[in-house]
């Protein structure tokens, strides 16, 4: 699976932003998927997952109530709506893929990584 991540970029806190993955194959209907970040000089840590359906959505503590992961099987593609943009969201932000069967929360379940897409937010 080949993920290309977009739709990162400048905005004010308070803004809102959405990430987009699209995906290759014809077996993207069954991965899990899921958004990681980095911030400067931090670890990559978990933002968001998805499970195969869309039927099933886990979230990080510090992005519940401001972030949406959605996907569309159809289009091969998994979205991360933003909202309340802070600065401290600033970061790389990464899609994930997993053919495990358990939520996309820890990077050892992730099989492949997308590129990656810088969200910067000012305060």
């Known amino acids: 699976v080949l993920l290309q991540a977009s739709g990162g970029g400048l905005v004010q806190a308070g803004g809102s932003l959405r990430l987009s993955c699209a995906a290759s194959?014809?077996?993207?209907?069954?991965?899990?998927m899921g958004w990681f970040r980095q911030a400067p000089g931090k670890e990559r840590e978990f933002v968001a997952a998805?499970?195969?359906?869309?039927?099933?959505?886990y979230y990080a503590d510090s992005v519940k109530g401001r972030f949406t992961i959605s996907r569309d099987n159809a289009k091969n593609t998994v979205n991360l709506q933003i909202d309340s943009l802070k600065p401290e969201d600033t970061a790389v932000y990464y899609c994930a893929a997993g053919s495990t069967v358990q939520p996309l929360d820890v990077m050892r379940r992730v099989d492949y990584w997308g590129q990656g897409t810088l969200v910067t937010v000012s305060s």
């Open positions: 194959g014809r077996t993207f209907s069954r991965y899990v």
């Open positions: 998805i499970s195969w359906s869309g039927g099933s959505t």
